[in-house]
């Protein structure tokens, strides 16, 4: 490299290889300075405490502040109570009816198809017309009419 001094290279990496062989880590019996460094250097002996995990509590005056140091509050949640949820069987029976119909009558045909091969033709029928009977009782229970300004969500 054009104008790269080696001998001023190795006078720097020296004179940092003995800045470091002065510090409180390499003699930890020797006293530590108490101020940062004049040449704005940082406390030896809280880069010690820093590195081997003794950092003050936070909130204390000698603290390390960052962005993990942020506390959230707890919010005060005793006056609000939760309604009682309604229970299970609480809905429409025509409409749970109607939903067992149109889940459970394809559940049961596979199921049949597979075990009962000689399962009685009107079973098979059965089971068919209560799947359409509740398919169509579901459809005839959607909205008819539609909002303008509606998103589409039902509760």
């Not at 390499?26 to 108490?34: I, L, M, Q």
């Not at 040449?39 to 809280?46: E, K, L, Q």
């Not at 005060?76 to 109570?81: H, I, N, S, T």
């Amino acid at each position: 490299m054009p104008g790269h001094d080696q001998d001023r290279d190795d006078a720097v990496w020296q004179d940092l290889v003995a800045r470091l062989e002065e510090t409180d880590s390499a003699n930890p019996d020797g006293p530590a300075p108490e101020q940062p460094a004049a040449d704005g250097g940082t406390d030896p002996r809280r880069l010690r405490d820093v590195f081997e995990h003794r950092l003050p509590e936070l909130g204390s005056p000698g603290a390390p502040s960052g962005p993990r140091d942020y506390v959230v509050e707890e919010p005060d949640d005793e006056g609000y109570v939760p309604p009682e949820p309604e229970p299970l069987g609480a809905g429409e029976p025509l409409l749970v009816l109607a939903w067992i119909g149109a889940v459970g009558s394809p559940l049961g045909l596979l199921l049949t198809s597979m075990l009962w091969r000689g399962a009685p033709l009107a079973a098979v029928l059965g089971m068919v017309v209560l799947f359409v009977a509740s398919a169509v009782y579901l459809l005839f229970r959607l909205p008819k009419e539609r909002d303008g300004y509606d998103d589409g969500a039902r509760v």
